[in-house]
Structure formats: structure tokens, C-alpha cells
């Protein structure tokens, strides 16, 4: 694990050398000036790829992780009005909490965080729970605010009914956008998807770019095996659970019910 650390280090002082970072006291912590960055699940992730890939996701997670550092503006010292109209919300995996203790977020589901971004166009930046009292508004406040930006920029998004080998349908939501995955926060947007393909359905995110939600007659092992597959070969990966949705709720599937499915 020391070993790994000073790899990352490595690679954050290249990539990012106005950064501040420094080997914690534990072998797996690295320390910034907005918090311990914890490297147990990347280390745990990374070293199932390939050799050529570990570099990659290695870089992709650091990247990932500062998005938010080096930014011209302080967000947290601009008005409410300004800043709600850039957040949108985003979804993030459970290791997060720990890597960047100050973010804010919140349970979506089991091994899914969501978090806040404020969209500078080229660069986002993730809402620090310091960013609030400046603010004057709570947590609730900026996640619904988050969401009903999305919403709005969701209402063109084309949601395409496609055969499933072996039955059933699904629909792939790839804009490119980055918030692709984060699209399965939306009420509204959950709501398109089950009108289309019928309730309950199922869903992956596999990562921060992808979603995918089939119906409860397709095949299921296939969609899952494709989802786990992307969650460990692509960037910004999330999780490779499965989720059930109906009218009103989301909810991750079961080990023993994922098996049977």
C-alpha cells in the first residue's frame, strides 16, 4: 500500500504541482489541504485491472477527486442567486464520504452517494458543506434545487426503446454530457423511463456517464454481467449494483435476488 501511495503521489504532483499533498499516517491516507484522501477501495479496484489500465484509472480517479481543486472563483463567497443556477446533482461511490470528508452528500442507495456540483461550463466543482452558511440555505435546499436544474435540462433527452436479445427491452442514456448516470436522481426523468419500458424496471450506472434501464422481461444476467464489466473497465466508475425501480422508490437488488434474476 506504501508502495501504491507513492505512486499516486506521484502522479498528483505532476499532474496537479500547485497541490499540497503529503503521505498521511496511515500507509493508505494522503493528506490535502481539503481533506484525507482515502486510497484502500482504489488500491483494491486498481489492482484487479490489467497493468495498462492501472495507470489510467489511477489518474482518472485523481482526477475525479480534484476537480474542484485550483478554481479561480471561491463559490462559497458568491450569492445563492448566482451560484443555485449552476448545481446539479451527481452521483458518486460510497468511498467517497471517506476520501472527501468535507463534501456534501447525501444516501441515495446502498454503495451510491449523491453529491452537488456547481457546472462552470469546462470545469465543475463540488458543494463543501462550508458553502452553505455563506449561502444562507440547507443541504435539502441545494439537493432539490440540484435536481430540478437537471430536470430541466432532461426534458430533451431522447428516451429510445430498443429490443433486448432474449426479450424484453431497454433504453441506454449516453448524451455525454456527465450526468448521465446522475439522471436516475430525477423523479421526472425515473418517471419517462417507466412509462417506456413498463414497472418495475431495473437500472445500472455504471459509471458517471452511462445509464441503462431494462424491462422486467429482459434478460437480466446480461444487463448485469454489462454493467459490471463497464464499472471496472471504465472511467468515473460508480457500482455495479443493480437497482429496482417503480413508481415509488429505487432500491438496490439483493445478492440472492440478482443470482436468481
Known amino acids: 500500500m506504501r508502495g501504491f501511495r507513492t505512486n499516486v503521489l506521484g502522479i498528483m504532483r505532476q499532474k496537479y504541482p500547485e497541490l499540497q499533498a503529503k503521505a498521511g499516517d496511515e500507509d493508505s491516507l ?11 477501495n482504489l488500491h483494491g479496484k486498481v489492482s ?3 497493468v495498462p489500465q492501472q495507470q489510467a484509472a489511477m489518474i482518472d480517479y485523481i482526477d475525479r477527486l480534484l476537480e474542484r481543486v ?10 445563492w442567486a ?19 470528508p468535507t463534501m456534501l452528500l447525501r444516501d441515495f442507495a446502498t454503495g451510491v452517494l449523491n453529491a452537488c456540483v456547481l457546472d462552470h461550463g469546462r470545469q465543475v466543482e463540488y458543494v463543501q458543506r462550508d458553502m452553505l452558511a455563506p449561502w444562507g440555505v440547507d443541504s435539502r435546499r441545494v439537493h432539490d434545487t440540484a435536481v430540478a436544474n437537471l430536470e430541466t435540462l432532461s426534458k430533451d433527452v431522447e428516451i429510445k426503446l430498443r429490443e433486448a436479445r432474449g426479450g424484453g427491452r431497454f433504453i441506454a442514456i449516453d448524451t455525454d454530457d456527465s450526468y448521465d448516470a446522475a439522471r436516475l436522481v430525477l423523479p421526472v426523468f425515473r418517471g419517462r423511463l417507466l412509462d417506456a419500458l413498463g414497472a418495475p424496471i431495473f437500472a445500472g450506472i455504471p459509471n458517471r456517464d452511462f445509464l ?10 446480461v444487463f448485469a454481467d454489462r454493467v459490471a464489466k463497464d464499472a471496472r473497465e471504465q472511467p ?11 413508481r415509488d422508490s429505487v432500491r438496490a437488488v439483493a445478492a440472492e435476488d440478482r443470482r436468481r434474476g
Request: hydrophobic share 45%; glycine share 4%.
Open 212 to 221: 441503462v434501464a431494462w424491462s422486467a422481461d429482459a434478460p437480466f444476467g
Open 70 to 79: 485550483g478554481k479561480a472563483d471561491d463559490a462559497s463567497r458568491a450569492s
Open 82 to 100: 448566482e451560484m443555485s443556477k449552476l448545481l446539479r446533482p451527481r452521483l458518486v461511490p460510497a468511498d467517497m464520504r471517506r476520501a472527501m
Open 236 to 246: 468515473y466508475p460508480i457500482t455495479d449494483a443493480i437497482f429496482r425501480i417503480d
Open 30 to 40: 494522503i493528506e490535502i489541504e481539503a481533506g484525507v484522501i482515502d486510497l484502500t
Open 48 to 50: 484487479q485491472l490489467p
